[in-house]
């Protein structure tokens, strides 16, 4: 008995996907996440796709009969820091060859240093990874905490207040904040005006899970910004999407209090029961803040550099 070993996957690129392609990248990306546990594909990215004009470089591999198997997208807008990477293989399609096909795509299309995301630090993108000469540069941890054990009460500071963000009022002021308080961070502290108005924009938006901290003055000191995953047949899980302190509010126990706060919106006025967060594995501080809130260790994520 003979075997035919599967035929590889045709690899093409474009530098914009029509609906019924951003519609099939999308499905592909959920098909991934659902069977390794963990989305292949950020947030950032997700947004690029759902926006038609945003420059970026696809790769897609198609089956001889025209199934889409696998995608790459390549972030070509930052060219101080090269090229952003990030790529997915459908689960029925692995082991033939294409996640190797489309890095390869990449080395031919990019220009510059490249970063590449493995979401979930999967070992196959680990060995990919080590096998085209990538150097693995960054950890971003997944810590989980359940919603059902004891939040602690938020303790502000004297003459500090919580109100929620007025969409179109505090979008200059809030912007402002978070560039002093993620100056040094590589994704957070750029963000623009545009990538704020994209978010506000999102279906999960909820102004009232997007706490202020503020002084008397009304001056804008510090924020918890939370968010919700709904996603059909998984449980909804809240996020401490961002939080933020002035750097000239350091040391009075803001950035503990904001976390506090909104976990419990999350639990009492959203109804979750867990709830998750994203943080640098280099940021010991935060990482053991997180711990002290009861949060662990879910999932790594792993940034790749090469050149």
């Known amino acids: 008995m003979s075997s035919t070993a599967p035929t590889a996957d045709q690899v093409t690129r474009a530098d914009r996907l029509s609906a019924t392609e ?53 972030d070509t807008t930052d060219v101080a820091t090269g090229t952003g990477v990030e790529l997915a293989v459908h689960p029925g399609y692995r082991r033939r060859g294409t996640g190797r096909a489309l ?29 085209l000469g990538f150097t693995r540069a960054r950890v971003l941890w997944q810590l989980r905490r359940p919603l059902t054990t004891p939040v602690d009460p938020p303790r502000l500071p004297d003459g500090v207040a919580l109100r929620a963000f007025r969409p179109g009022q505090d979008d200059a002021a809030w912007l402002a904040v978070n560039a002093r308080a993620f100056a040094d961070h590589p994704e957070q502290g750029r963000w623009t005006e545009a990538d704020l108005r994209a978010r506000l924009a999102e279906p999960w938006f909820d102004a009232a899970g997007f706490l202020l901290a503020v002084d008397t003055t009304g001056r804008l000191l510090g924020f918890h910004w939370t968010k919700v995953h709904e996603r059909p047949g998984s449980a909804r ?12 509010a350091h040391g009075g126990g ?9 976990l419990a919106y999350l639990r009492d006025r959203r109804g979750l029961d867990r709830v998750m967060l ?16 009861g949060f662990a260790r879910w ?9």
């Open 254 to 262: 803001l950035g503990r209090a904001l976390t506090s706060a909104g």
């Open 278 to 293: 994203y943080v640098d594995e280099s940021n010991t501080a935060a990482v053991a803040l997180y711990e002290r809130l």
């Open 299 to 307: 999932a790594a994520h792993v940034n790749y550099h090469l050149g």
């Open 22 to 74: 951003t519609t099939e990248v999308l499905a592909l990306a959920r098909a991934a996440g659902d069977s390794d546990g963990a989305d292949p594909l950020d947030e950032h990215v997700l947004l690029r796709l759902r926006d038609a004009d945003a420059p970026a470089v696809h790769l897609t591999a198609r089956a001889p009969d025209g199934t889409l198997t696998g995608y790459a997208h390549l």
């Open 237 to 248: 899980t809240g996020e401490v999407y961002v939080v933020g302190v002035d750097p000239a």
């Open 103 to 131: 890095a390869r795509g990449v080395l031919a299309a990019a220009t510059g240093p490249l970063r590449a995301w493995a979401h979930g630090d999967h070992p196959s993108a680990a060995a990919l990874a080590v096998d």
